[in-house]
């Protein structure tokens, strides 16, 4: 199975933030999404990057709602590792 997800990137104080949005199941109407933080550079679909699912317990309505509540997360994820 080919994993055919679709990763925006935005750099956050030197770091990547990388989000996709997934549909949760079969309901097109319900997203979710994933974030990875990687050192500048570094792929999303390295082993090392620190990931986080939404951990929200939200679903969001569309895929761009879902990206934006990733970003947000990332850049969460980011602060803690910057103090």
């Known amino acids: 199975m080919t ?5 925006r990137t935005e750099e956050y104080k030197g770091m990547d933030v990388h989000v996709t949005a ?7 109407c319900k997203w979710d999404y994933t974030v990875r933080v990687t050192d500048p550079g570094i792929d999303s679909s390295t082993m090392s990057a620190l990931a986080a699912a939404s951990g929200d317990d939200d ?3 569309t895929e761009d709602d879902a990206v934006q ?4 997360k ?3 994820l980011v602060d803690m590792l910057k103090k």
Do not use: M, N, V
């Open 69 to 72: 509540a990733g970003f947000a």
């Open 59 to 61: 679903d969001y309505s």
């Open 3 to 7: 994993d055919r997800q679709s990763w």
């Open 74 to 76: 990332g850049y969460a």
């Open 22 to 28: 997934l549909p949760h199941g079969d309901a097109k």
